[in-house]
């Protein structure tokens, strides 16, 4: 389906995009300082499964309809940044855990990071100008879009999962002491505004 020579000159430019810190990789830094490493790769989990479903809409042709409704954008990012704001407040607001079990639930991290991936429309303009340059026209679209978007995927899961794991590897061991715990929370949670207060300004381009 896709030339293996095509494929060799995608992986560099994939793995060159997964290695850069963005808002997926601070926000599963976030996820594993606050609730460990369980999370932090279910985090990571969900904003794969987020790309996934963009690489699909985008070999469906829908990146055209969106191009139409330059509203869309902008109503997306406004939910992202709702959400990430609700993160934050849920974050200051519910303590760490002091036993092993991690005080955020893995199937929550997941729903949060695959909303997160979502709603930002950043990921959505990449894909489509991205991963079009590496596609034939002349063969099935869409799965060379699934193709390309699963190798994005998985490089983003594996490297978005071992900071997050690292991070709360780190931050389940601070958070012992009850005021370090404190300051825990607030970083975390600023780390959430700060990523909201980052997708507001933004605005469409």
């Known amino acids: 389906m896709i030339d293996p020579i095509v494929l060799l000159a995608f992986l560099p430019a994939a793995l060159a995009l997964n290695f850069t810190p963005g808002a997926d990789m601070m926000f599963c830094l976030a996820q594993?300082?606050?609730?460990?490493?369980?999370?932090?790769?279910?985090?990571?989990?969900?904003?794969?499964?987020?790309?996934?479903?963009?690489?699909?809409?985008?070999?469906?042709?829908?990146?055209?309809?969106?191009?139409?409704?330059?509203?869309?954008?902008?109503?997306?990012?406004?939910?992202?940044?709702?959400?990430l704001l609700w993160l934050a407040w849920r974050t200051l607001r519910t303590p760490i855990g002091a036993t092993d079990r991690p005080a955020v639930r893995?199937?929550?991290?997941?729903?949060?990071?695959?909303?997160?991936?979502?709603?930002?429309?950043?990921?959505?303009?990449?894909i489509l100008a991205f991963v079009p340059q590496f596609v034939d026209a002349d063969a099935p679209v869409l799965p060379q879009f699934l193709i390309f978007g699963a190798v994005l995927a998985l490089g983003g899961f594996v490297i978005n999962g071992l900071v997050g794991v690292f991070?709360?590897?780190?931050?389940?061991?601070?958070a012992r002491d009850a005021r370090v715990e404190r300051v825990l929370r607030a970083v975390t949670a600023t780390v959430f505004g700060g990523l909201a207060l980052r997708l507001a300004l933004e605005g469409r381009r």
């Not at 690489?55 to 990146?63: C, E, F, H, K």
């Not at 199937?107 to 990071?113: E, K, L, P, Q, V």
């Not at 991070?167 to 601070?174: F, H, I, K, V």
Request: net charge positive; hydrophobic share 55%; no cysteine.
């Open 167 to 174: 991070s709360g590897s780190l931050g389940r061991a601070l």
């Open 32 to 83: 594993g300082a606050r609730g460990g490493a369980r999370p932090a790769l279910a985090a990571s989990a969900g904003i794969s499964a987020g790309a996934m479903v963009h690489v699909t809409a985008a070999g469906l042709g829908l990146g055209a309809l969106i191009a139409a409704l330059p509203w869309a954008f902008d109503a997306i990012r406004w939910i992202g940044v709702g959400y």
């Open 106 to 126: 893995p199937a929550r991290a997941f729903r949060d990071g695959l909303i997160v991936n979502l709603t930002n429309p950043k990921v959505i303009l990449f």
